[in-house]
């Protein structure tokens, strides 16, 4: 009886080890299956226009809805925003602003406007990386016009504030709209603003944080 019991934990712990290797070997093998996807899509999508593209990009978002081992969501997250910033900008005068990046969240905190999700929000920092290579001046005076071609996309807000007062924790402060227009001049409180357009698109992604550093 005492060897009975000897040798049923050690069988036990064979049968884990054993499942836990094939449920890991079967990860592995779904993981190089999505790369190898991963790699058609993005050679198919150089082809395409960037509307085209980022509809092949969220279509094949959509079927790897479960990624442990993260093998592509954060690249194809990286890839969607990338094209994103061209089918988002603002036209003021005779000169077109991209934004510097685009977050995806799950939810946008408030006050703060820090998106929510498992994109860092690293918006308050970006103000030391820019420092050394500072973006074009924002013009004060006339109106820009907020110029987006993502599909059934809602403005849900826009907000500026003192880059450098982000860091510290201040808010930013919520900008008047016309439409897609807004008046310049109310940024003339701030030397190098941070821009912040928040979208809601209707896709898994949801929201989209749009941010412009001057």
């Known amino acids: 009886m005492s060897t009975s019991r000897t040798i049923r934990p050690i069988l036990l ?21 999505d ?5 058609d899509v993005v050679a198919a999508a150089k082809k395409m226009r960037p509307a085209a593209q980022l509809a092949a990009y969220l279509n094949f978002l959509s079927t790897v809805p479960d990624d442990p081992e993260d093998c592509v969501t954060s ?16 036209k003021i005068g005779n000169r077109t602003y991209k934004p510097d990046k ?8 408030e006050p703060s406007q820090v998106c929510k999700g498992s994109e860092l929000d690293d918006t308050p920092l970006s103000d030391e990386r820019t ?15 907020l110029d987006i071609s993502l599909p059934a996309a809602t ?4 907000f500026a504030q003192q880059r450098n007062l ?25 030397q190098h603003p941070a821009l912040i357009v928040i ?14 550093l001057f």
């Open 75 to 90: 690249d194809m997250r990286s890839r969607i925003g990338a094209v994103e910033r061209e089918l988002i900008s603002w």
């Open 155 to 158: 403005v849900v807000g826009v």
């Open 199 to 212: 979208l809601r698109l209707n896709d898994a992604l949801n929201l989209r944080k749009c941010v412009w």
């Open 35 to 39: 790369k190898r996807r991963l790699a």
């Open 131 to 145: 420092l050394a290579n500072p973006a074009s001046p924002l013009p004060k005076t006339g109106v820009g016009e």
């Open 102 to 109: 685009v977050l995806h969240c799950n939810e946008i905190e």
């Open 13 to 33: 712990a064979l049968v884990f080890s054993i499942s836990a290797r094939l449920a890991q070997s079967q990860v592995s093998t779904a993981c190089a299956q």
């Open 166 to 190: 982000l860091q510290d924790g201040k808010a930013p402060v919520r900008l008047e709209m016309r439409g897609r227009a807004l008046s310049l001049t109310q940024l003339s409180r701030w």
